[in-house]
């Protein structure tokens, strides 16, 4: 079982920057697959960041050179740096934990068994 926390969501205006994080509890060994996932109002869950276990990280395309992904692991603490903002960056913000030992990690958010609650981010124009 993984539990996790989001926390540091904002309302900010558009070019500003916003740092989320994501507390990660119970079962902590790093054979997991971490990501970011945003859901805006009447639109599907989609895929801002995966991060595989040795820290590499892939983005969507609509984030690309502005959001930035990390994870600690010794800290149990995934991140979310997020520069030059937009208003369509508004969202619900979700990290995501699926156990995963060998192999690339997967994309989809249908793919991920552990969520957390969700941070909300509003980017004004």
């Not at 994870?71 to 979310?80: Q, S």
Request: net charge neutral.
């Amino acid at each position: 079982q993984v539990r996790l926390a989001e926390s540091g969501g904002d309302s900010v205006q558009a070019g500003g920057s916003l740092r989320l994080s994501c507390g990660v509890s119970g079962n902590t060994y790093a054979s997991r697959c971490m990501a970011w996932f945003r859901q805006a109002p009447g639109k599907e869950r989609e895929g801002v960041a995966v991060i595989e276990r040795d820290g590499r990280a892939t983005y969507g395309d609509s984030v690309k050179g502005r959001f930035t992904a990390s994870r600690d692991d010794p800290k149990n603490t995934l991140d979310l740096q997020m520069t030059n903002l937009k208003p369509e960056d508004t969202a619900i913000y979700y990290c995501a934990a699926e156990i995963r030992v060998y192999g690339r990690c997967p994309e989809g958010a249908h793919e991920y068994h552990y969520w957390g609650q969700g941070t909300q981010v509003f980017v004004s124009s």
